[in-house]
């Protein structure tokens, strides 16, 4: 399965990792790791709830410049789209939440994490490894980013504070440990981890104990996406097939059930926030178009239009939009589309590629 697309060939800065109830100095980054929050025991009722420590104020905006994961492509010819600039004033901000997202960029040079404002303002830098930062997801209450790291020397699950503070790594295996999805109450990180030979689901407690394995078979289970509600999680595998399809399964029964049947990659799939739809990347037409579906399969409705390639959909807080990505304009951008299809807008411009980009919800 790949992973990124690129070979990995530098090797991260040595980081201290802290032991529970202690404080240690990131010598990566130069912040303060706090290790000493002990987070409640896992319960059958979910509530949004975070018990990490409050983070601090949010840092000046920086605005640095300078290329991202790459898969087949068509050579789309390139459009100029609208910006949000162009969206009626009545839907600000523009999809609920507090109009911030946080998105990987390679303006550095390599993979690092990044925050700005919907039309493109206060463009902030979040991580400064001398590895690659990405796969970035906020906490259910807008205060924390879970994401994917090398800086140890194998990919592992990090989480830093809204600003890139309080840096902490949660898991420690060499393996990769990838595509991390908060618990809706904010207590549980859900990852994919070849740890076992293959790429399976895992559960993790957002201070790093409690590990906990979820899917058991012989081929891949990645990429997984917890529905708001807490009761079902959404993944692709390749278990029946030999192109990856989106599969569902009840959290506490562990049930798979298959969604998409098609001879062509179906993938990347994320809840709605009502938890009654499915945004995912398929390559159905001969290349990746993103499509939404209900819980049980159907309902099967087609956003984009020859984009180039996409990935990457996520929604926004409200649940009228879909960040992706796409290279339609010759390098990868955000962009924003309608959940019906209907008004796609581009958010970046930058020559360096943006990508993998997720909303903030709103935060408490």
Known sequence: MLLSGKVMTSIAAMTITPTLGSTQIDTVAGTMVLMNTE???????????????????LTPPQTLTTTAEATSALTPTPTLFRTVSDIETGEIPIGGGTGVIAFVSMRSGK??????ILDGSESTRLTFSDADDSR???????????????RDGYPDIHVMAENGAFRRRI??????????????????ILFDSNRS???????????????????????DDSVASWSPDGNKIVYESNRESDVFQIFIMDFDERNPFRLTHTNARNLRPAWSPDSERIVFVSHRD?????????VDGSGLNRLTNNMGNV??????????????????????DLYIIREDGSGIYQLT??????YSGVWQPLVE
């Open 171 to 188: 898991t420690t295996d060499p393996g990769v440990d990838q595509f991390p999805s908060w618990s809706p109450d904010g207590e549980w």
């Open 286 to 294: 001969g290349h990746s178009e993103l499509y939404t579906m209900n």
């Open 111 to 116: 993979d690092a994490i990044y925050r700005m």
């Open 39 to 57: 987070l409640p025991r896992k319960t059958a009722t979910v509530h949004p709830s975070s018990t990490l420590p409050s983070p601090p104020p």
């Open 349 to 354: 411009f930058d020559p360096a590629d943006d």
């Open 197 to 219: 030979g293959n790429f399976q689901l895992y559960l993790v407690r957002a201070d790093g104990t409690d590990l906990e394995r979820l899917t058991e078979n012989s081929n």
């Open 136 to 150: 970035p997801v906020w906490s259910p209450d807008g205060r924390w980013i879970a994401f994917e790291s090398w």
């Open 311 to 332: 990935n990457s959909p996520s929604w926004s807080p409200d649940g009228k939009w879909v960040l992706f990505n796409s290279d339609r304009a010759g390098n990868f």
